[in-house]
């Protein structure tokens, strides 16, 4: 059992602030990359809210945040699951504050700016040194930090737009002499139009992509000439109407891969580089499903990955940022490492899983992070939960469970057991809501993984109904 | 157009962006639950929509809940093809 911070929260702290036992106030505002998407123009897209399950994933921060630290959410966490977390699992639990006024349809910073009692418990670990830790900074955080007077243990909301483009991740890996995956940036319609003329003379799909994109949105793959037509024809279209032919794109061969990957480096304030780990990413049609680890690469494919790491990381620092950043990567089919598909310079899902790793995912051991996408037909308690779940969360030969991030089961649902619109459906059982769980799943070897993932589908499918394409 | 042939435009395109014939679908057929659709495909299936139906579609005036089903995409088009008339007739 342990109440102390872990080593990698510690190393985090030592890195951002230059003191290992920096109290931090943790803002997961997993909404940031919309906020830096406003300045620039995609791919014509319909007006999507974020929905209440990306909101509660703020959560998954308590499980990085340490006994010293605030994390600051919109929702209280469930009591059940908080005991869990500090009985069961021995976690030294931050302290939560949910701010007195919130609104679904904005940030938490905004919610804490209108919230007089938050922010002024907030000023108050202000004066006695917490620094405030947003997932990203935007300008919301900005004012919060202000406001509050809380300083910013991160950059400024302009270098983290700076960094966080595609087209900043294209030109980069270029620049180094990494090997790119072959593509154009796009900040013209003109641009776009010459990029997707070079791109039909060779065969093969390509996929364009907006410059601030989050998981599963603003891409589209163009598998025939037809579509890139298609897609110029609307491009055009919306240029023609608003007198504004910028972009934000980035148009890229479509690579068939063996893997995806994922690594985290942690820049310090005084330019100093360390790759955290490397994760095999699992996707699905684009959208973010989990991490397995170890990764299944050999050597040199490792040592391809830590030079890119230190190159990326030492030009990222040049650039005026320090703080984390996540590299999707991918291993072609031809087992060819291409090191560097987009940098995410902010937090990222595996950044939360750092502490919780650190204690449970023993070496020789395989694990995976991963969520269930869940259909309660009513909020649930932890408890209720706990009782599905049975053994699978106790320590076991066979691997153990740990839940990872439970307000997100819950997301959607209100206290009458009705459902908010646009986290719900009424399907012929009845209205349930769309939710998640967050897991990290640990065993001896990947076939006991299987198993224990197949368990918990089953033990889920008993009370709360895992989607069918889950 | 009217609404059947709206409707059977919008299963048609649904079919070519999930590269399969879609059948056994009625008005309330879920997008994203019953046929798997995902945030990825909307841009797609606008486009797709387009073409069957030759009309011009503007993403940005949509939002989410005309992507709920197929009854509430058919609606937001029905929109279009009678403002269409609408102008034509002026």
Redesign the interface.
Same mark, same amino acid.
């Given at each position: 059992m342990t109440r102390e911070s872990t080593d990698y929260l510690r190393r985090l702290k030592a890195a951002l602030t230059g003191d290992p036992a920096t109290p931090l106030a943790f803002l997961c505002n997993f909404e940031v990359e919309t906020q830096w998407a406003r300045h620039h123009v995609g791919?014509? %897209?319909?007006? %999507?809210?974020p929905t209440a399950v990306v909101q509660r994933m703020e959560e998954l921060g308590i499980l990085l945040a340490g006994p010293d630290d605030l994390i600051v959410v919109k929702n209280a966490p469930d009591e059940g699951y908080l005991r869990y977390l500090a009985e069961d699992l021995g976690v030294g639990l931050p302290a939560v504050l949910v701010p007195e006024r919130t609104s679904e349809d904005r940030p938490t910073a905004e919610d804490l700016l209108n919230s007089p009692l938050a922010l002024d418990r907030l000023s108050r670990l202000g004066r006695l040194g917490t620094r405030l830790i947003p997932m990203g900074t935007s300008e919301s955080e900005e004012k919060l930090a202000v406001s509050a007077q809380v300083p910013l243990a991160v950059p400024d909301a302009a270098t983290f737009e700076r960094v966080n483009s595609k087209i900043y991740s294209r030109r980069v890996t270029e620049e180094l002499g990494l090997p790119a995956v072959p593509g154009w940036c796009c900040e013209t319609l003109g641009e776009l139009r010459q990029a997707l003329a070079e791109a039909a003379a060779v065969p093969g799909s390509v996929v364009v992509k907006d410059a601030y994109g989050v998981s599963?949105?603003g #891409?589209?793959?163009l598998d025939t000439p %037809?579509?890139a037509d298609? #897609?110029l024809? #609307?491009v055009e279209? *919306?240029a023609a109407r608003t007198g504004d032919d910028r972009l934000a794109l980035v148009v890229e061969r479509w690579i068939d891969k063996r893997a995806d990957l994922n690594y985290q480096i942690t820049v310090d304030r005084r330019g100093g580089v360390r790759l955290d780990f490397v994760k095999q990413a699992l996707t699905e *049609? /684009?959208?973010h499903q989990g991490h397995l680890m170890p990764a299944d690469l050999n050597a040199g494919q490792h040592a391809l990955l830590r030079h890119a790491a230190a190159e990326v990381g030492g030009r990222l620092a040049a650039d005026g940022f320090f703080g984390v950043a996540g590299i999707d990567a991918i291993v072609g089919a031809d087992e060819r490492v291409h090191p560097v598909l987009e940098i995410n310079a902010r937090f990222n899902m595996s950044t939360y899983q750092g502490g919780i790793t650190e204690l449970f995912h023993r070496p020789g051991d395989v694990a995976l992070a991963r969520h269930y996408p869940v259909r309660p037909a009513g909020p649930i308690g932890f408890d209720d939960l706990r009782r599905a779940l049975g053994t699978l969360l106790s320590p076991a030969p066979g691997g153990r469970v740990i839940v990872t991030c439970f307000g997100t089961v819950n997301a959607g649902a209100t206290n009458t057991g009705a459902v908010n +619109? /646009?986290a719900a459906?009424a /399907?012929g059982d009845g209205p349930r809501h769309q939710g998640r769980l967050y897991t990290l799943l640990t065993a001896p070897d990947h076939d006991r993984l299987a198993a224990l993932d197949g368990a918990v589908r089953a033990a889920l499918a008993g009370v709360i109904q895992p989607?069918e394409?889950s | 157009m009217n609404r059947s042939e709206i409707v059977t435009a919008v299963v048609r395109s649904i079919g070519e962006v999930l590269q399969r014939e879609v059948t056994d679908v009625t008005e309330d057929t *879920?997008l994203f639950?019953d046929l798997?659709l995902?945030? +990825?495909s909307? #841009?797609?299936l606008?486009? %797709?929509v387009?073409?069957t139906m030759d009309v011009?579609?503007?993403?940005?005036g949509?939002?989410?809940?005309?992507? *709920?089903t197929i009854g509430t995409l058919a609606d937001y088009l029905q929109g279009l093809v009678d403002l269409v008339a609408t102008g034509n007739a002026g």
């Open positions: 791919l014509p %897209a319909p007006a %999507a809210a599963g949105k #891409l589209v793959v %037809a579509k298609r #897609l024809r #609307l279209r *919306r *049609r /684009g959208v +619109t /646009g459906d /399907g989607r394409d | *879920r639950d798997q995902d945030s +990825t909307i #841009l797609e606008l486009m %797709a387009e073409d011009e579609v503007d993403p940005e949509l939002d989410m809940d005309s992507f *709920r």
